[in-house]
């Protein structure tokens, strides 16, 4: 039985919720293992639109497990707000189908107000996070100073474990200007949604090893990209989990053994949100229009995203920073129509080439793109579902990019649409 993890292997929005929505027919449980709801994963199932943020891709199709874990940072008002819009749409979410580890950290009112104050202090500052926490959370789970869903369930740890929190919060809101938290107040309000959270808790450690005895295939989600990895990433422009596929282990609690294949989502070209460096970005035509024809705006926060050339250099280094086993190729469809396309094959640094990313900030700076032209394709590519319905150029394309990134595809995607997929190989029956 195969264990499937899926991660993104770029900077985020590669279509990871699409492909972990079209697998899901072939697991059992699906599970998060790091991120919160910074994450945005659209799906489209027969022209209805999901947009899930920090419930599990799996949700949408119904009579799976979906699973929270305890890499997970969770904003428990998020989550009931996004369970009421996705059953609005006609999901089923109950504690039969959903289920977050006890262990799992929370997203309090504060580390968002900290996220943001942050950002709007001055440009230094400035990494262009989605404000929603996420960084603060982690620092305080580090920290050892985190609620955790466990918490909720005790009137007088929960006090505990919130004045531990406010000792620490309350100095630094001093130092940015921020008035000192309202103790009664966020205390109220974590009663509130305390039973709500809790008909969902449950030790999803043992649940998982239990599954995984009796045979039952696990898909592990992955949010961001490998790019936004809090050690392997451009850091400091980077979110704070590990997003890497490694995580997914310690994400929920089963041993490395637990994975059998790991699919790496990569986008066609690509995209970045918020600060940082991005070698292959287009700041000219051609990126505008990989921006029109892909509809780059950010599922989280709105935001326009950054476009570029395909970077195989850079996603040659993440697949092999979260061991990927093979590539679905998304969102081929949007490169349609170009005449010419390039992809980075390594950089140029200080006259020098280099065949991976350097890690200091100001030779990430200085590298330039070196880049192989590759003749585009007139044909439409949209809804293709097996490689005959590939022309030929495109073809040549997905392949060089396998042999560039030294990892074959299992998967390309040419729509939003969830059946619009080639499947070339099949995850889970490696
Ligand atoms: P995620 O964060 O990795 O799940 O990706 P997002 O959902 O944030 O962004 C990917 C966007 O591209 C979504 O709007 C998807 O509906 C869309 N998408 C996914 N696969 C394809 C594809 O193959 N072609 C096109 N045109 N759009 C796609
Ligand atoms: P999905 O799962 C793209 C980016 C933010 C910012 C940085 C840090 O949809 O691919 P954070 O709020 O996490 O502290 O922000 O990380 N970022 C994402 N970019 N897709 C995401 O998730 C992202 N989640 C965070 O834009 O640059
Ligand atoms: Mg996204």
């Not at 899901?24 to 022209?47: C, K, P, W, Y």
């Not at 880049?371 to 022309?391: F, K, M, N, Q, V």
Request: with cysteine; charged share 25%.
């Amino acid at each position: 039985m195969a264990n499937v993890v899926v991660v993104g292997a770029q900077w985020g929005d590669e279509g990871k919720g699409k492909i972990v929505d079209w697998l899901s027919e072939r697991a059992d449980v699906i599970a998060r293992f790091q991120g919160g709801h910074n994450a945005g994963h659209t799906l489209v199932v027969d022209g209805e639109v999901y947009k899930l943020h920090a419930l599990p891709s799996g949700v949408v199709r119904g009579g799976k497990l979906s699973v929270i874990g305890n890499g997970v940072v969770l904003d428990p008002w998020h989550l009931i707000k996004e369970i009421e819009t996705i059953r609005a749409q006609g999901v089923s979410i109950t504690p039969e189908t959903l289920m977050i580890a006890e262990n799992t950290p929370l997203i309090l009112p504060f580390h968002g107000e900290l996220d943001r104050a942050r950002e709007n202090q001055n440009s230094v500052a400035k990494i262009g996070t989605t404000g929603r926490g996420i960084g603060p959370c982690y620092e305080d789970k580090v920290g050892r100073r985190v609620i955790r869903v466990a918490d909720l369930a005790d009137a007088a740890t929960l006090e505990l474990r919130l004045d531990r929190a406010l000792v620490h919060h309350d100095a630094l809101r001093r130092g940015l200007g921020l008035e000192p938290i309202k103790r009664d107040e966020v205390l109220a309000q974590l009663r509130e949604i305390s039973a709500e959270i809790l008909q969902y808790a449950a030790p999803v450690w043992k649940v998982l090893n239990e599954k995984r005895k009796a045979g039952k295939r696990i898909l592990f989600e992955g949010a961001q990209g490998a790019l936004l990895d809090i050690d392997f990433g451009t850091y400091p422009f980077v979110t704070s989990s590990n997003v890497i596929a490694g995580q997914a282990a310690t994400g929920v609690g089963v041993g490395p053994g637990a994975i059998d294949f790991v699919l790496g989502i990569v986008k066609a070209y690509t995209t970045r949100v918020g600060e940082g460096p991005f070698p292959t970005e287009l700041d000219d035509a051609d990126g505008q229009r990989l921006g029109e024809r892909g509809h780059e705006f950010g599922t989280t926060t709105g935001r326009k995203r950054r476009c570029g050339w395909f970077d195989a250099c850079l996603v040659r280094q993440t697949c092999a920073t979260s061991g990927v086993s093979g590539i679905s190729l998304t969102k081929l469809d949007v490169l349609d129509g170009f005449e010419t396309l390039k992809i980075c094959v390594g950089y140029e640094l200080d006259g020098k080439s280099l065949d991976y990313l350097p890690t200091a900030a100001d030779e990430q700076a200085r590298c330039t793109p070196v880049y192989e032209e590759i003749e585009g394709w007139s044909e439409s590519t949209e809804g293709a579902r097996s490689w005959a319905d590939l022309p030929a150029q495109a073809i040549k394309y997905v392949r060089r990019i396998e042999e560039l990134i030294e990892c074959p595809v299992a998967l390309v995607s040419t729509s939003p649409e969830r059946e619009d997929t080639i499947l070339v190989t099949d995850p889970f029956s490696d």
